[in-house]
């Protein structure tokens, strides 16, 4: 199918969702290019989900029958312009940074205009409004420690939250399922451009061991603050393979494309640890659909 416009505007195009997934996996669906709020709650008037940088997502080999928004134009753009109405040295509160905004850019653009808060994050793979929804983080920053208020768009209508209106923790923002975080102020520390840098440098650091790899970052949430990867690698599972995806022997805790990796490949790895470790541990990975709701 060649793109069509939608009634307001929207580019609306079917197209291989593999194409958006850092797994490489993923059949067609229509997509949705968002630009502006008139055009999302187009979108959104049919069953939806809504696509971030997809380095989260394990998306079935026959795609999905929901429309897939992905928000681009105006809300991918960023405004990071001190606000002098709700800054306050050292603290500076930035205009609006879109839900479409790839994040690794915009921590390398803070770090240059010295502002401190969100570089524990660096090195992850999203959109702004991905990092959000799920407080993407490491052991030296999540998403919620930059945070001023977020904007969320739901058939509802649209509002405007801060951290603290949200029961938030470790890769959970409490935000609901296909509640769209469209864009979100940033609330930063004013530092030294060379300080930011090294602090992203030594975060950094720890991403040395993994995969280098198509996959889509951890499979599972670290139960109780324990590394999951160390549990699966405990039992025995690293370099398992079915098909062509491979539990990475860098790191038990990352799924690895090897080319020509299937969903189903996928899923029967996460079968074969969910089997093996005794510990009872929570998917990080989004599965599209839920198994079950085919
Ligand atoms: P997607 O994968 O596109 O979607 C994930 C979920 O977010 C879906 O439910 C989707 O519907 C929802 N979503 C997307 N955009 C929005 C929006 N605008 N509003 C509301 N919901 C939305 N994660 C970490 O936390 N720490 C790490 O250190 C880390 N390292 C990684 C390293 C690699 C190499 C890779 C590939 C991944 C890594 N990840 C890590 C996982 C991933 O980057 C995070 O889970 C990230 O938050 C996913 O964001 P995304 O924009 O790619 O979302
Ligand atoms: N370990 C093993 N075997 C493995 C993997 C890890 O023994 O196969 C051991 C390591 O040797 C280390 C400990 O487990 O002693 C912790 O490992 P690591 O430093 O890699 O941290 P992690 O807890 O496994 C977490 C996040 C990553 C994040 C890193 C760095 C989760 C689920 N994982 O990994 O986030 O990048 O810390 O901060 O919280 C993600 O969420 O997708 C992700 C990649």
Redesign the pocket.
């Known amino acids: 199918m060649t793109a069509l416009l939608s009634r307001t505007g929207a580019r609306v195009e079917r197209l291989p969702l593999s194409r958006?997934?850092?797994?490489g996996v993923g059949g067609e669906a229509e997509v949705w290019f968002a630009e502006t709020h008139e055009q999302l709650r187009e979108a959104m008037e049919q069953p939806y989900?809504?696509?971030?940088?997809?380095?989260?997502?394990v998306i079935a080999d026959e795609g999905v029958p929901e429309r897939v928004i992905r928000?681009s134009g105006a809300l991918a753009e960023r405004d990071l312009t001190p606000d002098p109405h709700l800054s306050e040295d050292p603290w500076v509160v930035t205009g609006w940074v879109g839900?479409?905004v790839p994040?690794p850019g915009l921590i390398r653009q803070l770090q240059k205009l010295g502002l401190s808060g969100l570089e524990g994050?660096v090195?992850?793979?999203?959109?702004?409004?991905?990092?959000?929804?799920?407080?993407?983080?490491?052991r030296y920053g999540?998403?919620f420690d930059g945070l001023h208020t977020l904007e969320?768009v739901t058939p509802e209508g649209t509002r405007q939250v801060t951290p603290d209106d949200l029961n938030w923790g470790y890769?959970d923002s409490g935000?609901p399922?296909?509640?769209?975080?469209?864009r979100v102020r940033l609330k930063l520390r004013r530092a030294a451009p060379e300080e930011v840098l090294a602090k992203m440098d030594f975060a950094d650091q720890?991403?040395k061991g993994?995969?280098k790899m198509k996959?889509?970052?951890?499979a599972f949430k670290n139960p109780g603050g324990v590394s999951a990867g160390k549990l699966i690698d405990e039992a025995g599972l690293k370099g398992s393979r079915v098909g062509n995806a491979l539990i990475a022997p860098e790191h038990a805790n990352?799924i690895v494309n090897l080319g020509g990796a299937t969903a189903a490949d996928v899923h029967a790895l996460l079968g074969l640890i969910r089997d093996r470790v005794p510990v009872p541990m929570e998917l990080?990975y989004?599965l599209?659909p839920a198994p079950g709701n085919a």
């Open positions: 958006f997934t850092t797994l989900r809504i696509l971030g940088g997809g380095s989260n997502l928000l839900g479409g994040l994050t090195g992850i793979p999203a959109q702004v409004g991905g990092a959000v929804w799920m407080n993407a983080g490491t999540e998403m969320i890769r935000i399922r296909n509640h769209i975080v469209t720890a991403r993994q995969p996959t889509p970052g951890c990352f990080e989004e599209w």
